[in-house]
């Protein structure tokens, strides 16, 4: 079974760059056909998908944060990570790391989510 991991600092100061990693186990990030995708959820509103990475390196960003927004790869380390520059307390959300599987569409597999704030 796929496990999910996000790592990062909790605390982001206004107009610098949030990064976030997520460490993935019980599975290759490269196998076919998954994406890997970053899902926030801001205090008191629904979820907002930010972006993905599918297994063969391509990117995808919400056309509302594309700008700001860079998610990478380790393949050596099955790490994932989210860059998220210029950030404002509006972008304060617990963010999640997601598996999405092709054939159905569905986030079967999430990280238990890691709190960001943006303060100074």
């Known amino acids: 079974q796929v496990q999910l991991q996000e790592s990062g600092p909790g605390l982001v100061k206004p107009s610098q760059m949030l990064s976030l990693t997520c460490t993935v186990s019980?599975?290759?990030?490269?196998?076919?056909?998954?994406?890997w995708s970053w899902i926030r959820q801001p205090p008191g509103k629904g979820l907002e998908w930010m972006g993905a990475i599918a297994y063969d390196g391509s990117t995808y960003y919400s056309p509302s944060l594309k700008s700001r927004t860079s998610i990478s790869r380790d393949t050596s380390k099955n790490q994932f990570s989210l860059q998220l520059s210029s950030v404002t307390p509006e972008d304060t959300a617990v963010y999640y790391c997601?598996?999405?599987?092709?054939?159905?569409?569905?986030?079967?597999?999430w990280g238990q989510g890691t709190q960001v704030t943006v303060s100074s």
């Open positions: 997601v598996r999405e599987t092709y054939s159905t569409g569905l986030y079967e597999d």
């Open positions: 019980g599975g290759s990030i490269t196998t076919s056909y998954y994406a």
